[in-house]
């Protein structure tokens, strides 16, 4: 079997305009860039929250994830085979493909990565509008490819900053990210075995601007959640504990969908463990210990993030 993917309930596009999400994706690749490009080699080696992986394994995932986008893009049979080659290793094709990159020297893992994303970059903008194209789940059109891409290269990015003790200045593309979680509300719930609630949810975020609310669902929903859009894109990503986040949900199915938010496909992630004090955003009459799933270590990273448009079969996740 082979790894999960992001999903979204069927039938919904994700991005219209493919251009904007790629410049968005350039943005945030030349963000995380920034962030590696001047570091020593022992730095490449500093242990980040995903067990087992550096920061060389980070930006390796990357590289090799851009890698095969730019297959799926360019040349379906290469990339067919290397959906054999995960068939092959489902349980460590991800680690084994990150681990033969992080043993790179630094300077050549960062200019590969460089010329991977680059070339990607172009093939998505060549790409003939409505084109679908191969993935490790259901095919997806250039938007959904860059969007994919993105969600992943903020959250391995997000790993990295935290490795290095980087507080990131939030950007407005974290609206690309948000939009994944809320429409993966479904998935969390079936991943758990759990029937999904009946009717959407009121997702209001606050923007990292300042100036713009992102909304999601009917206003007049019984059940909501509030809150900014960087804590919920940190939730969705597994990042950050819920507790550690300023996070507010009405409704107990909404509350619930709080603990166990994924914008990935795949088995349940264990998340990060709770940095603060417990319970210090939990919501005024929520039992103690009631917010707590994801304490059993950061979660490791999986195999490449795709934004399939319809769909929940198996692919890739971040």
């Not at 851009?66 to 067919?80: G, K, N």
């Not at 990150?98 to 630094?106: D, M, T």
């Not at 990210?177 to 997702?203: K, L, S, T």
């Not at 934004?307 to 929940?312: D, I, L």
Request: aromatic fraction near 6%; charged fraction near 25%; glycine fraction near 12%.
């Amino acid at each position: 079997m082979l790894p999960t993917h992001t999903v979204v309930p069927g039938g919904e596009r994700i991005v219209s305009d493919a251009s904007s999400v790629i410049d968005d994706l350039g943005r945030e690749s030349e963000e995380l860039d920034r962030l590696v490009a001047g570091l020593g080699e022992t730095r490449w080696a500093l242990a980040t929250p995903a067990p087992g992986w550096t920061v060389a394994h980070q930006i390796a995932h990357l590289a090799w994830t851009d890698r095969a986008a730019l297959l799926a893009v360019t040349d379906t049979e290469a990339f067919a085979a290397e959906v054999q080659k995960a068939l092959g290793s489902p349980g460590t094709w991800v680690d084994e493909a990150a681990a033969e990159g992080a043993a790179l020297p630094p300077a050549r893992l960062l200019a590969e990565w460089r010329e991977g994303r680059a070339a990607l970059d172009r093939a998505l903008r060549a790409a003939p509008s409505g084109t679908r194209f191969p993935w490790y789940g259901p095919p997806m059109s250039a938007a959904s490819m860059a969007t994919g891409r993105l969600m992943e290269t903020w959250a391995h990015g997000q790993d990295v900053a935290d490795t290095l003790g980087v507080v990131r200045t939030p950007t407005d593309r974290l609206r690309h990210v948000a939009r994944i979680g809320v429409r993966a509300r479904d998935f969390a719930f079936a991943v758990r075995g759990q029937n999904a609630p009946d009717g959407e949810f009121r997702v209001e975020l606050l923007a990292p601007s300042g100036n713009d609310v992102w909304t999601y669902g009917p206003e007049d929903a019984a059940q909501r959640v509030t809150g900014p859009a960087l804590d919920f894109c940190l939730l969705v990503t597994q990042r950050a504990h819920r507790a550690d986040l300023a996070l507010r949900a009405e409704g107990p199915d909404a509350d619930r969908w709080l603990d166990i938010a994924q914008a990935f496909a795949g088995p349940p992630g264990t998340g990060r463990p709770p940095k603060g004090e417990p319970g210090r955003n939990r919501p005024p009459g929520a039992e103690p210990g009631a917010h707590r799933p994801f304490e059993g270590g950061p979660a490791k990273p999986a195999a490449p993030g795709g934004v399939p448009e319809s769909g929940t079969a198996t692919g890739a996740a971040t």
